[in-house]
């Protein structure tokens, strides 16, 4: 019998995305092992002709590290400026990092208007285009330096999803500091299941997704399901899996039983919410 996850190796466009507890130590330094192994994968699967998006959190993360902070900032301002210092830290080293496998880097900074108007989402629907026409990498963050509450997306969870639909993925992957989606909360209860496959979102599902994640990261499971709602609507296939091992992503791609998929409506023939 036909895997569903078989269908993950045809898929040809990817959108990845990691959270600053994958990316950063808890001193809040960078995690460069991880860095390095996430643009060794990703180099690959573009050298292998698929397209690859990068959706990166740590702008705030890392600028904390930079400027030697004690915690994340708290008012818009002080985040505001917080992440103009790690955005630009952030792009030196996937910069670095990429060029070592031959391959150039974009950086899209993106607020909610953007998409939500349709001649700027037209505009910036091209410049992906463009971008991996050339055979050069995405790398998108929430324009954290400008967004204030009305235009903010808020999570990169939702904003992965948002560019999975943008660019017409087949597939996003959620690196996260979790295996996947559990029967509850891992980190409060023992002996749950790892959910392999979930191909609609019930009540129940929700349920299970709880509150916030890290203190370093934003997201936690409630806006991962969020996200899985967004994608799977929009005939997009969504992985959350474990970041600690970048080369995950390769697993994936192969169809292994790795992490929870939420099958896109497309495949699963559900309407969706
Ligand atoms: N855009 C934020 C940052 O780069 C992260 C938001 C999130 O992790 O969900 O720091």
Not at 21 to 28: E, K
Not at 70 to 99: D, N, W
Not at 144 to 166: C, H, K, P, R, W
Request: net charge positive; glycine share 10%; charged share 25%.
């Amino acid at each position: 019998m036909c895997n569903i996850r078989d269908n993950l190796r045809n898929a040809k466009r990817i959108v990845i995305k990691v959270g600053t507890s994958t990316l950063t130590y808890d001193t809040g330094k960078i995690n460069f092992t991880r860095i390095d192994k996430l643009a060794r994968v990703m180099s690959d699967l573009a050298n292998q002709g698929k397209d690859v998006v990068l959706v990166s959190s740590g702008a705030i993360g890392v600028g904390v590290g930079k400027l030697k902070l004690k915690g994340k900032p708290k008012t818009v301002r002080e985040k505001q400026a917080i992440a103009a210092v790690g955005q630009c830290e952030l792009m030196h080293m996937y910069s670095k990092f990429f060029s070592d496998y031959g391959r150039i880097v974009g950086q899209i900074l993106l607020t909610r208007d953007v998409v939500e108007d349709d001649i700027r989402r037209k505009n910036v629907i091209n410049t992906f285009e463009n971008l991996l026409e050339r055979g050069i990498i995405p790398i998108v963050n929430e324009n954290d330096s400008v967004a204030v509450e009305e235009i903010e997306f808020g999570d990169n969870d939702t904003l992965s999803a948002i560019v999975a639909q943008l660019v017409g993925a087949d597939l996003l992957i959620i690196l996260s500091d979790i295996d996947g989606f559990y029967n509850g909360d891992p980190k409060k209860n023992t002996g749950l299941k790892l959910i392999s496959v979930i191909e609609q979102i019930t009540p129940a599902l929700e349920k299970y997704a709880g509150g916030p994640g890290t203190k370093r990261g934003t997201g936690g499971m409630a806006t991962k399901l969020l996200a899985a709602k967004i994608a799977t609507a929009a005939g997009v296939d969504m992985v959350i899996s474990n970041g600690i091992n970048p080369e995950v992503i390769m697993d994936i791609m192969e169809g292994k039983d790795v992490g929870t998929l939420f099958v896109s409506n497309k495949r699963s023939g559900s309407s969706g919410q």
